[in-house]
């Protein structure tokens, strides 16, 4: 870091021996008072500092993308908190620090547990020797239509499309694309949006392919939150298809089925069994496509 020797208001510079000793001080009264790297100051136990892979080949990156039942909105407990050498998360500050939940932050203080550290820790045991890097942008209650160049999602004050494609950009130099994982739909289950949805959410995977100059790039969409004190309405069956319909004439994508998974109490987000759960099903999908 370069010093700057500060002029009093004389315009006379202080002598350098005083300097030294004035800037040695301040270092130390800093330096005793904010946490060390890769402490929580929330908490008593430190997290290791993360260690990214010098090789870009061995870092595995997995973009999170969607609403709040990607963004994850579980309960977190001490065992959400434990973190793995091999598992990253690309932080709020732009920083490669250990995944734990929750990833995200579009919502804090609401924000949980999620499917991805699940889904990166399965991918992990699979793949010796590689790092996995998880790219958190998801966005709760954002509609498919603010994922596009220029949205404005009014509830979180952010441009989802925008923000994601810059933190992206910031994170890929790191290590490589490996995956796409989406969950959303819940905003755009209405009369009128439902019809349209499945032309917009090819329109997406499109986009994202195209600006991330991943042609290939897997990508996996969840299906929505199947709970029996919210029954689908027609709106959601259709949403339901488009999400299906990928895989029948898009490449490289799949499904992952939600069948059987429990919410919380408000019946509209999954709790953190089965956000973990699902993070498993989101890695069995991965395998079937039989990526390199």
Not at 3 to 16: K, M, Q, V, Y
Not at 35 to 41: A, C, K, M, Q, V
Not at 245 to 255: D, M, Y
């Amino acid at each position: 870091m370069t010093s700057i020797i500060p002029t009093p208001l004389t315009g006379t510079p202080l002598p350098r021996r005083l300097f030294s000793t004035l800037a040695l001080g301040l270092c130390c009264l800093l330096t005793s008072a904010a946490p060390s790297l890769g402490e929580d100051p929330a908490s008593d136990k430190a997290t290791p500092a993360a260690v990214v892979p010098k090789d870009p080949q061995q870092f595995h990156l997995f973009l999170l993308v969607g609403q709040s039942n990607m963004a994850g909105r579980g309960k977190v407990t001490a065992e959400d908190q434990n973190t793995d050498p091999r598992v990253l998360m690309f932080d709020k500050a732009n920083q490669w620090v250990p995944a734990k939940d929750p990833l995200h932050f579009d919502k804090p203080g609401i924000a949980g547990v999620g499917l991805g550290k699940t889904f990166a820790l399965d991918y992990a045991a699979d793949h010796p020797g590689v790092t996995v890097g998880l790219i958190p942008c998801a966005v709760g209650g954002s509609s498919i239509n603010v994922w596009k160049p220029g949205g404005f999602h009014k509830q979180t004050k952010s441009h989802p499309w925008d923000d994601c494609q810059a933190r992206t950009q910031l994170a890929l130099p790191a290590g490589t694309l490996k995956g796409i994982l989406w969950h959303q739909g819940e905003s755009d289950a209405g009369k009128s949006s439902a019809p349209g949805y499945q032309e917009k959410l090819h329109d997406l995977v499109a986009r994202f392919r195209a600006d991330l100059k991943a042609p290939e790039v897997p990508f996996l969409v969840g299906q929505l939150a199947q709970f029996p004190n919210r029954p689908w309405s027609d709106s959601k069956r259709l949403v339901d298809a488009a999400h299906r319909s990928l895989l029948e004439s898009v490449p490289f994508t799949a499904f992952v089925p939600s069948d059987g998974l429990t919410p919380k109490s408000d019946n509209v987000h999954f709790d953190a069994a089965s956000m973990r759960e699902f993070g498993h099903r989101y890695y069995k999908a991965y395998q079937g496509l039989q990526v390199k």
